[in-house]
């Protein structure tokens, strides 16, 4: 039911749907924080999949508290995809009963501050999220913002209004932890600055055992000599992308740094450094997640990544994780 222009629901429009399993009403105008939206998804007792993003009006005062919808009669979500606010209220909201949420993703975030309490409420199963075009100035970035989610496996943060040193502080609660991906792309503040990585910037990063290894974008400009040789598990690593930044990786002293670093990084499948040194308004980025499907792996590294599918228009439509196209 996306793209409708919807603005109100009955109470009762869903009441003979309770073996329906996904639905999705993004980009509308429905008041998700209304009572009469809790009442409407009641019935939808076997609710796998809830997709509510892009229902936030412009006229909405976002800045007070809000609460979300009531989640506990759908204890079978796994996905749930959504905005979130200035100052959300999760604790109203019976998550900590849903447990078998696995994956969340606040398409467009409007927080301010990320406080270690901001999403205590959420449950622990939790092992995906994604925070998309967060549009407000993330003054305050506390270090345990991410702690209530122990399992957490993928990280993605895709067009956020935060310092890169701030975003790579979220990974403290996973020092020593095995995670899939950390995903950050143009990750900056509201006014762009270049970025000169150092080893305490990267300190939290440099202990996560990581397959996927993303800052695409992040005005990134140099690192600190041995920075590199610093990480703890290079052997973990299988797909790097730092696309889209403007410095050399083996310029100088930095190179032979980078022999002994890949010489460690004995599992590395993927390695992108394309769109640097100069300002591209289009980059185009591969998939990993098809990186990943061996039998693809010789159509990828003889065609630069330009994977399309036979069945979908996927190709052409924005991807939460990274866009189809060509290496560059």
């Not at 100052?87 to 994956?103: C, D, H, R, Y």
């Not at 406080?115 to 995906?128: E, K």
């Not at 998309?132 to 913002?145: M, N, Q, T, Y």
């Not at 990943?292 to 330009?306: H, L, R, V």
């Amino acid at each position: 039911m996306d793209f409708n222009n919807i603005d109100t629901i009955d109470g009762y429009a869903f009441q003979s749907f309770k073996r329906l399993r996904w639905l999705s009403m993004r980009q509308n105008h429905i008041n998700i924080f209304s009572k009469i939206f809790d009442i409407a998804l009641k019935s939808l007792l076997g609710l796998q999949h809830l997709d509510i993003r892009y229902n936030i009006d412009k006229t909405m005062d976002i800045s007070k508290p809000m609460v979300y919808p009531y989640f506990e009669n759908h204890p079978l979500i796994t996905d749930l995809y959504m905005d979130i606010v200035e100052n959300p209220v999760f604790k109203l909201s019976g998550f900590k009963n849903i447990l078998e949420l696995n994956t969340i993703k606040f398409a467009r975030c409007f927080l301010k501050q990320m406080f270690n309490d901001t999403l205590v409420d959420l449950p622990s199963t939790i092992t995906a999220i994604y925070f998309h075009e967060c549009v407000g100035k993330l003054s305050i970035v506390e270090a345990d913002f991410l702690k209530p989610f122990p399992l957490l496996q993928i990280l993605n943060m895709d067009r956020v209004a935060i310092h890169l040193g701030d975003a790579l502080k979220l990974l403290y609660p996973f020092t020593h932890a095995r995670m899939t991906s950390i995903i950050f792309k143009q990750i900056s503040p509201l006014v762009p600055k270049p970025v000169f990585i150092t080893r305490v910037m990267i300190q939290y990063l440099m202990h996560v055992c990581v397959k996927t290894l993303v800052l695409a974008e992040c005005e990134i400009v140099g690192y600190e000599k041995r920075s590199l040789l610093a990480f703890k598990f290079p052997e973990c690593l299988e797909n790097v992308v730092f696309s889209g930044n403007r410095f050399s990786l083996a310029l100088g002293a930095h190179l032979r740094e980078l022999i002994v670093f890949m010489r460690k990084a004995i599992n590395v499948k993927f390695f992108d450094l394309s769109y640097n040194a100069i300002n591209f308004n289009n980059i185009k980025y591969c998939n990993l997640d098809v990186l990943d499907n061996p039998s693809y792996a010789k159509e990828i590294y003889s065609k630069g990544c330009q994977i399309k599918s036979s069945t979908t228009n996927e190709n052409e439509a924005y991807s939460p994780i990274l866009e189809k196209g060509s290496n560059g």
